[in-house]
């Protein structure tokens, strides 16, 4: 199957600084990407869906100036929280597409963030 | 609003047994039910996944079975291994969305030896 992969795999970042998350499609050309928040022992909550060259559409109750989302190309999508601070620890996972009739969405490995 | 219902939460099976975790929905649009696998500290990967216009699907030891009248669909773990413990998502997701997934709450299964 196709590969997606995040990175970094894990993070510590001191509360009140900013982290970017970098997704990454190895192997094909994502046209959509999502962004999916998992705190532990729960489900995936989806946080934004994004299309390459296209501002991301944020899911309710996410805040679009906390977790900047950028699409930049085909094959990078990038998850970036500003400020964070401890309650945005969490497993933060991105997904991509091919797009068109293709319905698999291929998950990266997931980033641990810790914010301290 | 909970779009997609998973049961149960938690299943214990021994090794060689069969593993049923069941899923329903309440959303006709949707058209796409894929099941997935996550490992501690890893993403999700994809298992099986069927259409609306089939009633099963089977895939080695993994079956989906479909029931649209119900609105549930459910996986089958046959001769389940203990190497098959993991958490499992049933999903369910719309064409016209870019199949945007709504995802059950999961259930974590574990084989025993």
Known sequence: GAVVSQHPSWVICKSGTSVKIECRSLDFQATTMFW???FPKQSLMLMATSNEGSKATYEQGVEKDKFLINHASLTLSTLTVTSAHPEDSSFYICSARVGG???EAFFG???RLTVV | QQQVKQSPQSLIVQK???SIINCAYENTAFDYFPWY???PGKGPALLIAIRPDVSEKKEGRFTISFNKSAKQFS???MDSQPGDSA????AASIRGSNYKLTFGKGTLLTVNP
């Not at chain 2, 958490?87 to 049933?90: D, E, K």
């Open chain 1, 36 to 38: 999916y928040r998992q």
């Open chain 1, 101 to 103: 009739m293709n319905t």
């Open chain 1, 109 to 111: 490995q997931g980033t």
């Open chain 2, 16 to 18: 060689g047994g069969i």
């Open chain 2, 37 to 39: 696998q996550q490992f």
């Open chain 2, 75 to 77: 996986l089958h773990i």
């Open chain 2, 87 to 90: 958490t499992y998502f049933c």
